[in-house]
């Protein structure tokens, strides 16, 4: 069966600071893969997607960005951190054929201080 | 006007009742439909996955898709303190299957 399997699971971090989160996938091959953020009483808000190695496209434009070093390897990346940039993170993979749903991962709380 | 709308609530029902939980959707083309559960500080579990109008049936949850009146629900029989939860609705977006539209969720609480 398929896991994802992201980290940290809360992160503090101050102004300024970098930052990369990490997600993988076990159990699947060429699925594709999404970071979501989710603010406290607000929806999903897709920052990127990924439908192959490499191939990554931005949603919103913001100081955020992604790679996808691996097959099953998603990262979120940031250089100095904004106040703004805190929430709940969410990875997210699907497989890569039509109508195939979507699985989460267990999120990192990230609060930037 | 939003792709997929959803009642935030909160709703608060009594242990065993029925819970009704409801979205609408603007595009007819959309085709498939999910409801997620998510428990407070865990990403989204996905409950039901229906690509078809009717209903389809999973233990105590029935999801019910009506695409005439580009309507959906979920519906939650004997409710348990155990489903008290956000729960999301998501629908394929016919512009780009990579990305499904999420409403934003409804917060449910079961009365014990």
């Known amino acids: 069966s398929q896991t994802i399997h992201q980290w940290p699971a809360t992160l503090v971090q101050p102004v300024g600071s970098p930052l990369s989160l990490e997600c993988t996938v076990e159990?699947?091959?060429?699925?594709?893969l999404y970071w979501y953020r989710q603010a406290a009483g607000r929806g999903l808000q897709l920052l990127f997607y990924?439908?192959?190695?490499?191939?990554i496209s931005s949603e919103v434009p913001q100081n955020l960005s992604a790679s996808r070093p691996q097959d099953r390897q998603f990262i979120l990346s940031s250089k100095k951190l904004l106040l703004s940039d805190s929430g709940f993170y969410l990875c997210a993979w699907k497989g890569g054929y039509d109508n195939s749903p979507l699985h989460f991962g267990n999120g990192t709380r990230l609060t930037v201080t | 006007q939003k792709e997929v709308e959803q009642d935030p609530g909160p709703l608060s029902v009594p242990e065993g009742a029925i819970v009704s939980l409801n979205c609408t959707y603007s595009?007819?083309?959309?085709?498939?439909f999910m409801w997620y559960r998510q428990y407070s500080r865990k990403g989204p579990e996905l409950l039901m996955y229906?690509?078809?109008?009717g209903n389809k049936e999973d233990g105590r949850f029935t999801a019910q898709v009506d695409k005439s009146s580009k309507y959906i629900s979920l519906f939650i029989r004997d409710s348990q303190p155990s489903d008290s939860a956000t729960y999301l609705c998501?629908?394929?977006?016919?512009?780009?299957?990579?990305?499904?539209?999420f409403g934003t969720g409804t917060r449910l609480t079961i009365i014990p």
């Open positions: 998501a629908t394929n977006n016919p512009f780009g299957n990579e990305k499904l539209t």
């Open positions: 990924s439908v192959g190695i490499g191939q």
């Open positions: 229906t690509y078809s109008s």
């Open positions: 159990g699947t091959s060429n699925p594709n």
């Open positions: 595009n007819s083309a959309f085709q498939y």
